[in-house]
């Protein structure tokens, strides 16, 4: 990466100096309003940083205050001739059009150039989803060592509650052995809003198990709900590793990742119980719009059934 955006892929706790660049302190003061006004998390500050970091290369020699409509339409054209699709390309322009806000805030700026634009429309690609038998073997674990009893619950409440990677990680065993007597399971998700998520019998049975053997792997005094080798809270990469490698050993031919059993949590409960409200509920989605996504997942295999089965559906040879 160019000198001008490698300035920019830096540790979001650090402070500007006098020394430093404007847009590194433009920068560290955006990202530092994120977590501590939107209340983001690392994660989110680090992926807002990656997205700027595009503007800084592309700006290059320009000053941030000097850049126009005509500069941000040419950056984007760069971008995607380089092979970037419709939705990173909008997420981009939301993440630019974000930070010129702040900068029209609090530095005095003029002008956002990222007003009323639009990135290139792409297909949208639908998620990939486990089939009801895959999902089942993807939780159907053996259960003869520590740390597959504690895969298999983390899969277990992957599948049975749609939880996001982080808010599995970052679950506490304390708070859930309360949850469990309730049968369900309290997370916090993204911008700190926290809900409430049903707990199915399968899941409470995996996690009863992880907790009567959890102390032989946990460090003492560990809050973390599911720990790694070294007995600290484990990684989300450990997470998405451990997934990848059982998948392989459950012969299923797909990539399994966490998302992908989040994915299969909502489009089997859409299919079975067609309350599109209620999956938004479960997944912590802030508008329907996004959950409306399954819909189509569930048309398509409405329709592939339908294709199957109805005489009049067939096609002639």
């Not at 859930?176 to 399968?202: M, N, Q």
């Not at 809050?223 to 392989?248: D, H």
């Amino acid at each position: 990466m160019r000198q001008a955006a490698r300035c920019t892929l830096i540790s979001i706790t650090d402070r500007p100096t006098v020394s430093q660049d404007p847009n590194h302190a433009y920068l560290q003061g955006y990202l530092a309003w994120l977590l501590g006004e939107r209340r983001y998390s690392k994660l989110t500050a680090e992926s807002y940083a990656r997205d700027l970091s595009h503007l800084f290369e592309l700006s290059a020699g320009h000053a941030l205050a000097d850049l126009k409509v005509s500069h941000i339409r040419r950056y984007i054209a760069q971008l995607h001739s380089s092979g970037l699709g419709g939705r990173s390309l909008a997420r981009l322009l939301s993440a630019w059009r974000g930070f010129y806000n702040y900068l029209l805030r609090d530095h005095g700026f003029t002008d956002n150039p990222c007003v009323g634009l639009r990135a290139p429309k792409s297909a949208r690609a639908l998620p990939q989803v486990l089939s009801p038998d895959q999902a089942v073997r993807m939780v159907d674990l053996p259960t003869d060592a520590p740390d597959s009893i504690r895969d298999k619950a983390m899969f277990e409440l992957f599948y049975s509650s749609g939880l996001r990677l982080m808010e599995l990680i970052d679950l506490d065993a304390e708070s859930i052995r309360s949850d469990i007597t309730a049968g369900e399971v309290r997370v916090t998700g993204k911008g700190h809003k926290t809900r409430i998520v049903p707990l199915g019998g399968c899941a409470i049975s995996a996690l009863h198990e992880w907790l009567a053997v959890r102390p032989t792997l946990a460090n003492i005094g560990e809050r973390a709900l599911f720990v790694g080798a070294r007995g600290a809270r484990i990684s989300p990469r450990v997470v998405q590793l451990r997934m990848k490698q059982w998948g392989i050993k459950q012969g299923i031919t797909s990539s399994v990742h966490p998302h992908m059993l989040r994915h299969s949590f909502a489009t089997h409960v859409l299919q079975s119980s067609g309350d599109l409200r209620a999956v938004q509920e479960m997944l912590g989605h802030a508008s329907i719009s996004t959950t409306q996504v399954y819909t189509h997942l569930d048309f398509q295999y409405l329709s592939k059934i339908y294709d199957a089965a109805h005489p009049r559906a067939k096609r002639k040879p």
